[in-house]
């Protein structure tokens, strides 16, 4: 148990489905993210949040939307989806976003949503 | 988007043997992390490291930061099938963007 937990685990959807994936964090952290994860490849930041506010977007198609309505909870709503989009996508969190002159801001993730898109 | 380097990229072994990986990078980082990632799961957090020159035990697992604070091993005595899984080293730049970067990973599996 990490402290953050996130639903569902898994999902299977077809590409013209509306779903969305939640993800809850009990650390009283600051920060979330959201993380995509493709077999043979190293994760890839999708998006992140800093005290409820969007601080990166890393050119995330726009068929992938995140909302955060506070620094616990983070959506990922997921529409019109590709096959290639079939993936683990992570949550995790931290104390803040950047921890320049920070030592030890440490990042905890979720299980994960095995998503795969028919 | 930089990248940590991980090496070896995939590594399998016999149960008790020994192995080191390795993450390495051009850049001073403020602290680094240790994870392992079984299949179908998040990655879990192993150790933090902080200090240059810092090593951390966790059992059979040892966690070694660079003086330098640029490159990180974890060293594993005689491993067993419980530690197979994906290993992937983090960290933040001192300098720069000050964002997480993640290491390449190594796929570790410990045959019985």
């Known amino acids: 148990e990490t402290g953050v937990t996130q639903t569902p685990r898994h999902l299977v959807m077809g590409m013209t489905n509306k779903k969305s994936l939640k993800c809850e964090q009990h650390?009283?952290?600051?920060?979330m993210y959201w993380y995509k994860q493709s077999a043979k490849k190293p994760l890839e930041l999708m998006f992140v949040?800093?005290?409820?506010?969007?601080?990166e977007n890393n050119s995330v198609p726009s068929r992938f939307s995140p909302e955060c309505p506070n620094s616990s909870h983070l959506f990922l709503h997921l529409h019109t989806l590709q096959p290639e989009d079939s993936a683990l996508y992570l949550c995790?969190?931290?104390?803040?976003?950047?921890?320049?002159?920070?030592?030890?801001?440490?990042?905890?993730f979720g299980e994960g949503s095995w998503l795969t898109v028919v | 988007t930089q990248l940590l380097e991980q090496s070896p990229q995939f590594l399998s072994i016999q149960e008790g043997e020994n192995l080191t990986v390795y993450c390495n990078s051009s850049?001073?980082?403020?602290?680094l992390q240790w994870y392992r990632q079984e299949p179908g799961e998040g990655p879990v957090l192993l150790v933090t490291?902080?200090?240059?020159?810092e090593v951390k035990k966790l059992k059979r697992l040892t966690f070694q930061f660079g003086d330098a604070r640029k490159d990180s091993s974890l060293h594993i005595t005689a491993a067993q099938p419980g530690d197979t899984g994906l290993y992937l080293c983090a960290g933040v730049e001192v300098a720069g963007t000050y964002k997480y970067i993640f290491g390449t990973g190594t796929r570790l599996k410990v045959l019985a």
């Open positions: 650390l009283g952290h600051n920060a």
């Open positions: 490291v902080v200090t240059g020159g």
């Open positions: 850049s001073v980082f403020s602290s």
């Open positions: 995790a969190s931290s104390q803040v976003a950047t921890s320049a002159g920070v030592s030890g801001n440490t990042i905890y």
């Open positions: 949040y800093n005290f409820k506010e969007q601080t």
